[in-house]
Nanobody
Framework: QVQLVESGGGLVQAGGSLTLSCVAS????????MGWYRRAPGNQRGLVAT???????NYADSVKGRFTISRDNAKNTLYLQMNSLKPEDTAVYYC????????????????WGQGTQVTVSS
């Protein structure tokens, strides 16, 4: 069973830092484009950052200069380094991949993790 498993969320004071990780597990051969999205209370899920397999990145304006997305393709792992956190960054953060290839040769499309909570106190 292919899974995207996030970790690294928690409670942090404003101005602090957190690093989120997302591991594609369950006999995964490779992942294509990946990204981080977030849903704040009362809001819809929105883009935080994306990264292609070769490493091209894209960021929401609200996080540019503060967050850095990266990946380790050999480990099928995605990261989000979050610095200078603000209370408005409080949300559930979700990992996403548009295509995952399993060891069996099966493709999984538009795959989401379960999310990890990030809470920034003022």
């Amino acid at each position: 069973q292919v899974q995207l498993v996030e970790s690294g969320g928690g409670l942090v004071q404003a101005g602090g830092s957190l690093t989120l990780s997302c591991v594609a597990s369950g006999s995964v051969r490779s992942t294509n484009d990946m990204g981080w999205y977030r849903r704040a209370p009362g809001n819809q899920r929105g883009l935080v950052a994306t990264i292609t397999r070769p490493g091209s990145t894209n960021y929401a304006d609200s996080v540019k200069g503060r967050f850095t997305i990266s990946r380790d393709n050999a480990k099928n792992t995605l990261y989000l380094q979050m610095n200078s956190l603000k209370p408005e960054d409080t949300a559930v953060y979700y990992c996403y991949s548009d295509r995952i290839l399993s060891d069996t040769g099966r493709y999984y499309y538009n795959y989401w993790g379960q999310g990890t909570q990030v809470t920034v106190s003022s």
